[in-house]
């Protein structure tokens, strides 16, 4: 049986040597096709229209041309102002529209005395005419006559009849002359005169830049650091938001600067006074301080808003852009190594207020409040009145740095007494320190009335980051709390008994303080200060709290200051700092006192004083102040307490310096006795130190010096 195969794949055949090889060639593109000449015409006069040389010359093109044009409106306006009232109108609507009716009669009344001599000089020329013939023929007359009188002397002069007439047909040819000079020159003076105009025109378009914003240069187009010119101030105010403001200025016309005094320099910036319109507030420009800024041209740092005496007044001081960003330079402190303070009638160089005036503090029987954000400078503002016056040998310091970094190291040798350190140890140490002082305080009270020409040396109480103190949670062995800001709190009652009495015997109070609030700066505690000082502040609320509402009221703002870049910068509050009339506040630049400087400045104060053994309260010796105090008394039965303070002082100057009256009584009161007067006089008995020993603890702890 046959099978039948079926081929599924057929092998192809290979190609016979004669079979033709096909080889394919790319035929290129065909041409492209060709852009139109009008869209090629079209683009390239796009790009000539939008290219820079154009854009700049027809720039200069419309300036010039406007600058001519501007230059004749300006022109025009002062020939219609000149020979009509406009002018009066003008500032007779802006004192109108400002509420001041008193300016507005007196600028009524010049209108009226205007219009009545312009009057009187219409009136004059009816009769001009006939006036002028009647003095030209009269003067004419004289005129040849004196001539002729003129030839005649001179004929008889030369003895020739003839020179009678020389000085008249001198006088003609040289009228001829000068008709001859107008004839050569009247062509060309016609041909150019216009041009003359023109050019006239355009120089004063050109000074007053009467051009479009656009077209102006681009050193003039920049605002940045542009001058202060009473339009840009009306300018600004104007846009300000204020519609009642903003109609008020229309109304007045071009005359809005009516509103403005004079604009004064003012160190690196700028002072006018602004007189609002009646029925804008001084609130509603004071709130919108950014806006004002910007319109302005400037940052919201460098434009400030105070409230002087006159009413519906604000006063604006504007400075030179980047101004404020500059250092100030050295402190005096730093430069003059020859420099000494006074207590009583000098005034520490602190820096420089905004118009580059130096800003010194008097310091004399006034407590201080230094407050604001952290790292803003508040330790270096505070030590820097501190070092000043250290340099009056005079003054004693008491001083404790609650945060122990060893900012005031250098006081080491001038302070009597100095604790360092943050912990509640520290704190507890300083409120000992503060109650210390009140007793100091009562004891120089009690001998101002034994003595009242009695003199004591000034005592500077200084505790740095107080806040600590105020937010302090221990509570004693008396079951009174250390911090807190009521009536039982050490701390806060200590300070507000020295703000209330100490200024009269000079104990004055220093404080430094972060973020006030009504915790950690009880409102009793803050407004016991004479002077107040902030740092820049997170909020208006924090303002207050620091300055007062009195201050931010009239225009100080801490809460607006820029953090980081404004270190060093404070607003100020006091009497004893010159501030400019009518304002509650100042805002000073400090100088910056670095602390190697700082301590060189000390050195300098220890020279000048005998030299101070410091009590570093936290580093105390271990002593037994009650056998201290039972030996130094001896064998008498009572002695006078500040008999016993000198004996125990030469038994232990370390522990002992810083001790007081006040001292050494609550030491005794500690164990149950108290200093007792007699005949008058504080006395410590012995049989009272004999009970407190015999009272003592039964574990056999002594109480240390503190």
């Known amino acids: ?268 910036g700028v002072e006018v006074d602004v007189t609002l319109p009646s029925g804008v507030s001084t609130v509603e420009v004071q709130d919108r301080r950014r806006k004002l800024a910007e319109n302005l041209s400037r940052h919201e740092h460098e434009v400030f808003i105070t409230l002087p005496e006159a009413a519906r007044t604000v006063r604006l001081w504007i400075a030179d852009s980047g101004a404020l960003d500059e250092p100030i330079g050295p402190s005096p402190l730093v430069t003059d190594e020859t420099m000494t303070a006074d207590y009583k009638t000098g005034k520490a160089p602190w820096g420089q207020d905004l118009r580059g005036d130096g800003a010194n503090l008097s310091l004399y029987q006034r407590h201080l409040l230094v407050t604001g954000t952290s790292n803003q400078g508040k330790t270096a503002a505070l030590r820097a009145l501190a070092l000043w016056l250290a340099l009056d040998r005079s003054v004693q310091f008491w001083i404790a740095d609650l945060k122990g970094v060893g900012d005031w190291a250098m006081f080491d040798g001038i302070a009597q007494v100095l604790i360092e350190g943050p912990s509640d140890e520290h704190v507890i140490q300083a409120t000992e320190m503060v109650e210390d002082a009140v007793e100091e305080m009562n004891q120089r009270i009690e001998a101002r009335r034994q003595d009242p020409t009695v003199v004591f040396p000034p005592l500077f109480v200084v505790v740095d980051e107080a806040q600590l103190a105020f937010m302090c949670p221990v509570v004693g062995d008396d079951k009174r709390p250390y911090g807190g800001s009521k009536a039982t709190s050490r701390y806060f009652m200590a300070v507000r008994r020295i703000h209330n009495q100490g200024r009269a015997v000079d104990v004055m109070m220093w404080q430094g303080t972060q973020d006030p609030t009504d915790q950690n700066l009880p409102k009793l505690v803050r407004e016991g200060a004479h002077t107040r000082a902030s740092l820049v502040l997170g909020t208006e609320s924090q303002a207050r709290m620091a300055l007062g509402d009195k201050a931010i009221d009239g225009g100080a703002a801490p809460h607006l200051l820029r953090m980081g870049l404004d270190k060093g910068t404070l607003v100020v509050a006091s009497d004893g700092i010159d501030k400019p009339k009518g304002q509650a506040s100042i805002t000073v630049r400090t100088h910056f006192i670095d602390d190697d400087p700082a301590a060189e400045i000390a050195e300098r104060a220890k020279a000048l004083r005998d030299g101070a053994t410091t009590l570093r309260v936290i580093e105390r010796d271990e002593r037994d102040p009650l056998a201290d105090i039972a030996a130094v008394i001896g064998d008498a039965a009572r002695m006078r307490t500040d008999e016993v303070l000198k004996r125990l002082h030469a038994l232990d100057a370390a522990v002992y310096r810083a001790w007081n009256n006040g001292r050494l009584k609550r030491l005794l009161e500690e164990h149950g006795e108290e200093p007792k007067k007699s005949h008058g006089v504080m006395v410590v008995r012995a049989d009272d130190v004999a009970r407190a020993l015999a009272n003592r603890d039964t574990d056999g702890s002594a109480s240390t010096a503190r």
Not at 87 to 116: D, K, P
Not at 134 to 144: C, E, H, N, Q, S
Not at 201 to 218: D, E, H, S, T, Y
Request: overall charge positive.
């Open 1 to 268: 049986m046959s099978e039948n195969v079926v081929q599924l794949h057929k092998t192809p055949e290979p190609p016979s040597p004669e079979a033709s090889v096909t080889t394919l060639t790319v035929v290129p593109d065909a041409p492209a096709k060709r852009v139109p000449l009008w869209v090629r015409s079209g683009k390239a006069i796009k790009r000539a229209a939008t290219h820079d040389h154009t854009a700049n010359a027809g720039r200069l093109a419309v300036r010039h041309s406007m600058y001519v044009v501007g230059g004749t409106r300006i022109m025009g306006r002062r020939a219609w102002d000149g020979r009509t009232g406009a002018r009066y109108e003008r500032m007779l609507r802006a004192a109108e529209a400002q509420g001041n009716y008193e300016v507005g009669a007196e600028w009524e009344e010049r209108l009226q005395r205007f219009r009545e001599a312009r009057h009187r000089r219409r009136m004059d020329l009816l009769t001009a005419p006939v006036d002028a013939a009647k003095g030209a023929l009269v003067g004419t007359g004289m005129g040849i006559g004196g001539l002729i009188a003129l030839g005649v002397v001179l004929a008889i002069a030369n003895e020739d009849f003839a020179d009678v007439v020389t000085p008249l047909m001198a006088v003609i040819e040289f009228i001829r002359l000068l008709i001859t000079i107008v004839q050569v020159v009247w062509g060309p003076l016609i041909t150019i005169g216009p041009f003359l105009a023109l050019l006239a025109l355009w120089a004063v378009g050109r000074k007053q830049q009467a051009a479009p914003n656009w077209a102006l240069p681009a050193n003039v187009r920049s605002t940045e650091g542009e001058p202060i010119t009473p339009s840009i101030v009306v300018k600004a105010l104007r846009d300000l938001g204020v519609a009642q403001l903003r109609n008020a200025i229309k109304e007045m016309g071009d005359a809005g600067a009516s509103m403005l005094g004079p604009i004064r320099m003012a160190g690196c």
